[in-house]
């Protein structure tokens, strides 16, 4: 094939094109002396060498072997001499020639991607070796760096006895670390399917933790839940689960990744204490049940007389025992709030009329505060009365406690938007802004002066919020410290 060269085109321009190519080095197939006929500009720079000391000369001559590198793939007298014997193309896709840099005067690591090219004479022989040459130090500086990072974090989580764990909820492909099956009671090397793992966890947590987990996590982009499971060899362990839902551009979940860990000893622990804690106060109602009643005999049988230092003293008593009954019934509920063990019992009922009792209920045991209840029509509900019950003496006990005799307290219910609101304001020692999300954690109390002469455990809200998140309500608290606070609850009306 002959091509036609526009007639003005100057006479070198093929050294010029070539010149001024990216890393381009054209040696003759003269084994083994392999003589360098040109050199692009950028193979000059990239080699830091010059072009009148290197033209003519012998490509080993210039470059010295490295004889480290001897009988290796990527040794370039064997590369010329395979494309010579070959009559192909060579590729080496990655090798390591530090550079010699003579401002810093040391040698700097540089990487190359490199390709040998193979041009024959009319006898179809290779006459001459294209060399091109790459600079790809920084991908591998970047590769090294990915593989170093992933290396740090599967040290670190191997350290925290962490599974890790990847679902692709497009073709539902799930990788995992072998640390999952350990977890899961199977050996590390055994490969575990999503639908073993399913199989696994308890069947009530599935349904109520899992799944609820699972579509709430796709509208807040994460999930945090703990879950029973059975080993193969049916013993019961518990799992933390811990993880972000990635979402494509148009904001669809297209993957689930996340973290597992093995909770068993603390839930042990935990159910331990539940259990000594149940068990205690268990023990502690039946004598508690006797000195009540004989408090109450004993104030039946002076209140005839006419000492009225002892009939005082019976009632403080009786107050007291009441104090302590309180406490020991929220010991024991804080000891059936295990999954699956506080059961609801639901029955329609007038809130205002549980408003009213428990109201009554306290005014027998405090005095000196005004209680005012706006109440509205009957509103039913469908609820667990004791419960709510508990939640809204909590409400109101807690008022008394945090705020001055004589000072108001007022109840009030209403309707909004489907939903059923209670509220229980005071004009007590009030809570400051930064404890008001604490309150509702376990054994939760603030702490200031204030608070040292008033007794409690910090269990009533905690236990408040359990039942009222089971009733699928809400709970919280607006407040001013030195001013007071309004505590509310609000339930669906419909369930
Ligand atoms: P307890 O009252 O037994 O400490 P709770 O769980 O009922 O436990 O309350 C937790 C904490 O919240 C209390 O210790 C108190 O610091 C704060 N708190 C609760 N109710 C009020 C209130 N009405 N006014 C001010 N602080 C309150």
């Known amino acids: 094939m002959s091509v036609n060269l526009p007639p003005d085109l100057p006479e070198n321009i093929f050294q010029t094109v070539f010149e001024k190519s990216p890393g381009s080095l054209l040696v003759k197939a003269d084994s083994p002396l392999f003589t360098i006929l040109a050199a692009s500009d950028a193979y000059l720079v990239i080699t830091a060498s010059n072009r009148d000391t290197i033209v003519g000369k012998g490509f080993f001559e210039v470059f010295p072997e490295d004889e480290s590198k001897f009988g290796e793939d990527v040794n370039a007298r064997n590369v010329f001499t395979k494309v010579i014997e070959s009559r192909q193309k060579i590729d080496v896709p990655t090798y390591r020639?530090?550079?010699?840099?003579?401002?810093?005067?040391?040698?700097?690591?540089?990487?190359?991607?490199?390709?040998?090219?193979?041009?024959?004479?009319?006898?179809?022989?290779?006459?001459?070796?294209?060399?091109?040459?790459?600079?790809?130090?920084?991908?591998?500086?970047?590769?090294?760096?990915?593989?170093?990072?992933?290396?740090?974090?599967?040290?670190?989580?191997?350290?925290?006895?962490?599974?890790?764990?990847?679902?692709?909820?497009?073709?539902?492909?799930?990788?995992?670390?072998?640390?999952?099956?350990?977890?899961?009671?199977?050996?590390?090397?055994?490969?575990?399917?999503?639908?073993?793992?399913?199989?696994?966890?308890?069947?009530?947590?599935?349904?109520n933790i899992v799944l609820k987990a699972f579509h709430e996590s796709l509208i807040t982009g994460k999930y945090l839940y703990e879950v029973r499971i059975y080993w193969p060899d049916g013993s019961l362990h518990w799992v933390k689960t811990q993880g972000v839902v990635l979402q494509d551009e148009k904001r669809q979940p297209v993957r689930l990744l996340g973290t597992i860990l093995d909770i068993t000893e603390t839930k042990r622990d935990e159910i331990r204490k539940n259990d000594f804690i149940a068990m205690a106060s268990h023990e502690l109602k039946t004598p508690l049940t006797s000195i009540k009643a004989y408090i109450q005999l004993l104030a039946q049988k002076m209140a005839s007389s006419n000492d009225n230092v002892i009939i005082n003293m019976l009632s403080k008593a009786n107050q007291q025992v009441n104090k302590m009954t309180d406490l020991i019934h929220g010991f024991l509920d804080l000891s059936k709030l295990e999954p699956g063990k506080l059961q609801l019992k639901m029955q329609d009922f007038d809130i205002n009329q549980v408003i009213n009792d428990t109201i009554i209920e306290t005014k027998t045991t405090s005095t000196g505060h005004i209680v005012k209840f706006e109440e509205q029509g009957p509103i039913i509900i469908k609820a667990d009365k004791?419960?709510?019950?508990?939640?809204?003496?909590?409400?109101?006990?807690?008022?008394?406690?945090?705020?001055?005799?004589?000072?108001?307290?007022?109840?009030?219910?209403?309707?909004?938007?489907?939903?059923?609101q209670v509220a229980v304001a005071d004009e007590g020692i009030g809570i400051k802004a930064k404890e008001q999300g604490k309150i509702f954690q376990r054994f939760y109390r603030v702490e200031n002066t204030r608070m040292k002469n008033i007794s409690g455990f910090g269990i009533g809200l905690y236990l408040s919020s359990e039942i009222i998140q089971r009733h699928k309500g809400k709970i919280w608290v607006e407040s001013k410290e030195g001013e007071g606070s309004t505590f509310y609850f609000s339930l669906p009306l419909q369930v």
């Open 97 to 207: 020639f530090d550079v010699y840099d003579p401002i810093a005067k040391n040698y700097e690591i540089k990487y190359w991607s490199c390709s040998n090219t193979p041009i024959l004479d009319e006898s179809n022989k290779v006459a001459y070796i294209l060399n091109t040459v790459v600079d790809i130090t920084g991908e591998v500086k970047a590769k090294e760096g990915a593989i170093e990072s992933e290396h740090r974090l599967r040290l670190a989580t191997e350290a925290a006895a962490l599974a890790i764990w990847d679902l692709n909820l497009l073709d539902l492909s799930f990788i995992y670390s072998p640390r999952l099956s350990e977890i899961l009671g199977h050996s590390p090397e055994s490969g575990i399917t999503l639908s073993e793992i399913r199989n696994q966890v308890n069947a009530d947590d599935m349904q």
């Open 386 to 420: 004791e419960k709510i019950e508990q939640v809204v003496n909590n409400f109101l006990s807690n008022a008394i406690k945090y705020s001055d005799k004589g000072s108001k307290i007022l109840v009030s219910v209403k309707k909004t938007d489907g939903d059923l």
